[in-house]
């Protein structure tokens, strides 16, 4: 049985986040720069292993400059200090198409385990003769877990930014030679 080594493809990749803006809405925000190793037994990702995905936290995008100038502050993700965000996979639990990915999630120096839930596209040899894996992920945190504890309050007392993060990505990965 041979092992295989994985790395993601950006230009084929994206990761987005959305959190609530004075509860009434939903803010969109995605991460231009971020990298995904991992391993596994021949091309069965149900033997994933080594798995590390890393987030520059300065490559935050909301479409708004004061705004994403705000989220690399020591207000939220403090770039200067916590130039990433890293989750390190520990356990695989699925089969077929669908499966939970167990690990652990840094923030700001903060870990703590989450799960992260993952559908497989499949495997396909690109024109190149370079052969890809595609994943959808998804999952959610509390940001105040991670020590993202700034917040605000309207003059009728309502909340600025939400609690509760949620995260998706489309994931193309390529297996290296």
Do not use: C
Request: a negative charge; aromatic letters at 10%.
């Amino acid at each position: 049985m041979s092992t295989n080594k994985w790395a993601i493809d950006p230009t084929h990749s994206e990761i987005q986040f959305k959190v609530k803006h004075l509860m009434i809405s939903t803010v969109t925000g995605h991460f231009k720069k971020f990298n995904l190793e991992a391993t596994t037994d021949e091309d069965d990702f149900t033997t994933v292993q080594n798995v590390i995905f890393t987030i520059d936290t300065d490559s935050v995008d909301t479409n708004n400059e004061q705004r994403d100038a705000h989220l690399k502050s020591a207000d939220f993700f403090n770039s200067e200090a916590y130039n990433q965000i890293e989750f390190v996979g520990m356990a695989y639990e699925g089969s077929g198409n669908e499966g939970k990915l167990t690990g652990n999630l840094t923030i700001r120096g903060i870990a703590n385990p989450i799960v992260v839930n993952i559908e497989f596209g499949g495997i396909v040899v690109d024109p190149y003769g370079q052969t890809k894996a595609g994943f959808t992920i998804a999952g959610k945190i509390n940001r105040k877990e991670f020590g993202l504890t700034w917040g605000a309050l309207t003059e009728a007392a309502n909340v600025v930014v939400g609690d509760e993060v949620k995260f998706n990505g489309e994931i193309q990965l390529i297996k290296q030679k």
